[in-house]
């Protein structure tokens, strides 16, 4: 149990990091709309898939391809 209880937070960790991460990653408003219309995704998940990218509005419209 005690190494269950160690994995989970481990994870909860890493999700924390990661997290941190993304959000110190600059999106620009223009491409959240943008990518939002084009791929046809509410604004959330724009900005979410430009901040996985590293802010590339290229990577992230091929990321929906």
């Given at each position: 149990m005690a190494a269950l209880a160690a994995s989970q937070k481990a994870d909860k960790e890493a999700q924390r990091q990661r997290e941190r991460e993304l959000a110190s990653v600059k999106v620009a408003p223009a491409d959240i709309d943008l990518l939002a219309a084009e791929?046809?995704?509410d604004?959330?998940?724009a900005e979410r898939?430009?901040?996985e990218c590293g802010?590339?509005?290229v990577e992230a419209l091929k990321s929906y391809l």
């Open positions: 791929a046809e995704v604004k959330k998940a898939r430009l901040r802010g590339s509005l």
